[in-house]
């Protein structure tokens, strides 16, 4: 893990909604996305890196899971 350097891109996530309530990227993060993974930051942000300035950002995270608390049986 990188702790926020945004080097590692561990924390990748794809952005379903509220776009607008989210900075830009910077170019370090795109360039980190485009140099490992080949792809844009329209849709992959780095978790590190994102700056949310208002309610309603929707990300999807693979690799992680709910806890039991909120999991409908």
């Known amino acids: ?4 350097q945004g080097d590692c891109l561990l924390c990748r996530a794809k952005i379903l909604a ?7 990227a910077g170019e370090p993060e795109i360039a980190a996305l485009r140099a490992q993974l080949r792809i844009s930051a329209d849709r992959v942000r780095l978790g590190c890196r994102l700056l949310v300035t208002g309610n309603g950002v929707v990300v999807e ?3 992680v899971v709910a806890p039991e608390s909120v999991v409908e049986s």
Do not use: H, S
């Not at 893990?1 to 926020?4: A, D, K, L, R, S």
């Not at 509220?18 to 830009?24: A, F, Q, S, V």
């Open 1 to 4: 893990m990188c702790w926020g």
């Open 18 to 24: 509220g776009d607008e309530l989210i900075e830009p």
């Open 61 to 63: 995270k693979r690799g």
